[in-house]
Nanobody, 124 residues
Framework: VQLQASGGGLVQAGGSLRLSCAASGRTFSSLTVGWFRQASGKEREFVAAISWSGGRTNYADSVKGRFTISRDNAKNTVYLQMNSLKPEDTAVYYC??????????????????WGRGTLVTVSS
């Protein structure tokens, strides 16, 4: 599975960005997809995940109510809409996929393939 994350950039606090994760190489509709982020000097952390059909989602407490994960299986793409961005959201954002069970894992070890990441910078 190949993953390509895009949509990162520089935005002021309170602004919005939409990240995209395009997948190829496997039946996309049977992949759990997660977004993670890694700030400079910190460990990679869970942000959000979405089930195969998109009917179930899971979010880190730090982004609940501000971020929305969604997917379009016809386009093999998952999105992360990020609103009300804060400086502490600054990080490299990665998408990852999990094969097998339709479970929205929150740990990096449970994901099989990773994209290269896209940088989000939120200025104060």
């Amino acid at each position: 599975v190949q993953l390509q994350a895009s949509g990162g950039g520089l935005v002021q606090a309170g602004g919005s960005l939409r990240l995209s994760c395009a997948a190829s190489g496997r039946t996309f509709s049977s992949l759990t997809v997660g977004w993670f982020r890694q700030a400079s000097g910190k460990e990679r952390e869970f942000v959000a995940a979405i089930s195969w059909s998109g009917g179930r989602t899971n979010y880190a407490d730090s982004v609940k109510g501000r971020f929305t994960i969604s997917r379009d299986n016809a386009k093999n793409t998952v999105y992360l809409q990020m609103n009300s961005l804060k400086p502490e959201d600054t990080a490299v954002y990665y998408c990852a996929v999990r094969m097998g069970r339709d479970v929205m894992y929150i740990t990096t070890l449970m994901y099989d393939y990773w994209g290269r990441g896209t940088l989000v910078t939120v200025s104060s």
